[in-house]
């Protein structure tokens, strides 16, 4: 016979079990390089889904990103993102997404990321606006950077993994970056903000690609950077 003691002591252990189990599941949101956003290091970069459907299910945030493809020409790269409301009611965004990338071995890369194209290119520095999206609406965004090298001491960067938040603080999702981020030495990429894609016209997939839509195509291939070099 087990006396009233003796289970207490179990059942005070069990319970404090618990909690540190449940303290090891919370995380924090640290994001570098982005106005308003907390210092410190990014987060890990998670493991690969064992889904190949990006859009496959609609995770608690009721949003799902991906990627559009990629675009080069003359030295500068664009990503596309679309974030699709898969949920039940309306989903609100007001600013840019924010975004880390991971080396080979899913190491952070230590970068600048630019809210708006200035820095990258011109055409990309529309201000946020807010978008209310109803459910199985769409917005889209854009990231850009050049493939330069202008420092023979510095090593270029290339990024193999990219993550995607709607926002700071919160939750974010691998994204297929199409291809590596080939940043060069110049250290930081380009975002553009969040903005409410046209309903009305039907979401095309690329050849090879099933599900998903062609990449941007408003890049602006005849625009020198700002510093002259291509």
């Known amino acids: 016979m087990v006396s009233r003691d003796t289970t207490a002591r179990r059942l005070t252990g069990a319970t404090f079990a618990m909690a540190l189990a449940l303290g090891g599941c919370t995380t924090t949101d640290d994001h570098r390089g982005q106005g308003g956003d907390p210092p410190g290091p990014p987060p890990t970069a998670p493991s690969p889904s064992a889904s190949t ?3 496959a299910g609609c995770p608690a945030t009721g949003v799902r990103i991906r990627s559009t493809g990629g675009d080069a020409a003359m030295g500068l790269r664009a990503l596309g993102l679309e974030l699709v409301n898969c949920g039940d009611r309306p989903y609100q965004l007001n600013g840019y997404p924010v975004l880390h990338v991971f080396d080979e071995q899913r190491e952070p890369v230590l970068l600048r990321v630019v809210n708006g194209g200035r820095e990258i290119t011109s055409g990309f520095d529309q201000p946020p606006r807010e978008v209310t999206l109803a459910p199985n609406e769409r917005a889209t965004a854009v990231l850009l950077w050049r493939n330069l090298v202008t420092d023979s001491t510095v090593v270029a960067t290339n990024g193999e993994y990219l993550t995607v938040a709607p926002a700071a603080g919160q939750p974010a999702e691998e994204v297929d970056p199409d291809g590596p981020i080939d940043l060069g030495n110049t250290g930081r990429i380009g975002v553009s903000a969040w903005k409410k894609a046209d309903s009305s016209a039907p979401v095309p997939t690329r050849p090879g690609r099933p599900g998903r839509p ?15 070099r291509l």
């Open 53 to 55: 459907d990006p859009l």
């Open 214 to 228: 062609p990449a941007p195509t408003a890049v602006p291939t005849s625009v020198s950077p700002p510093d002259g």
